[in-house]
């Protein structure tokens, strides 16, 4: 094994090499730029707006310390920060949200055990959203050759109102590159596909009677999750893919009745139906509208992600991230990103994250060599995405005549 510059490289107990700050198992903190910064980020509670603005100043200042050439882009209610290193024909856009889902007051105070950062955001995305602050700004200090790096940082991946987020409204404005990588977290894999989304809204009618003559209604409830039982084996669902073993069907939400004394005679449910790249999703509601509701009606949906894992860029940000991650390779995801708006206009768009576990959970945390590893892939697929210039203008050039 061979470290920089043909050393041979330091191995820890588990069989890795040794990393700043972690000399024979001792702790990292204070020692290590990407553990600090991840710190200082997931110490803000950007689960409301308030939180966000102070977050927003912060990483603002941070960057704008460096050096890095920043902008604020207004977007009405929110704001955005868009950070450029480099300058050169191939566009490289690092995409990542301060947003968090909410947690726990101890959760906003970061804490470390052993490899493990832990704190609310750690693993979606502080972590990786502080290792592309210090990329970006890496590379804004040494201009790669071939380049350009937008960081682009947006308030709201993870709400859940109607109408466009960030990344949307930017993408709506013009906003485009050559590969867009957002750091969501993925175990130092390459994702390259995604489930798409259909929030289903479904309501079951039954019959009203008294409660204790129940053999003269019909229960709504009790049809419901019939009606339920029904949709999740729907033929749909029994779809697979290379990447996908098969779509998820839920039942996130059921209210139905209004006394206990009687019987029900409307339920409704929500059901969260994710489905697999290459799946109608028409044909989908086609056959959940033949399952005996009353209706069923279509509320949130998001189409799925569907890079070419032979994209020159995205093979070679593959092939970075293998030098560090032994198991890193092009896989699907079940969860929806901001990656999905970049697709919709014909931007090849991944999600790539360090290691770790827990998010929107309690327990989450960010396995901490991988995040160090992970920001020197950052910084080495800028180089090698430079390095494609040719090929990324003989790939243009065909996407002009086709
Ligand atoms: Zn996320």
Redesign the pocket.
Known sequence: MAGPRGRPARVNARGGPDLPGRVGGVGYAGRVEEVRLAERLIAHDTSHPAGLAVAMDFVAGWLESRGTDLIRRDLGDREVLIARAGEGPVRVIFNG?LDVVPGYPAQFRPRISGDHLIGRGAY??KAALGAMMIATSNLAARSPVGVQVELVIVPD??RTQAGPNATEMLVGQGLRADVVVC???TDMQVGVQAKGVMILDVVVEGRAAHGSTPWLGDNAIIRALEVYRRLESLPFTRASTPMFARPSVNLGCIEGGDAVNKVPDRCRMQVDVRYLPGQDPEEILHQARDVGAASVEVGISRPPADTDPAHPLVSALVECASRHDASSASVGRD?A?DAVAFLQVGVPAVEFGPRGAG?HGPDEYVDIPSLLAYRRVLEEFAAAAGALAPTVARLRGDGARA
């Open positions: 949200h979606d995305m991946e993870e750091g969501e977290p969860g990103s998010h």
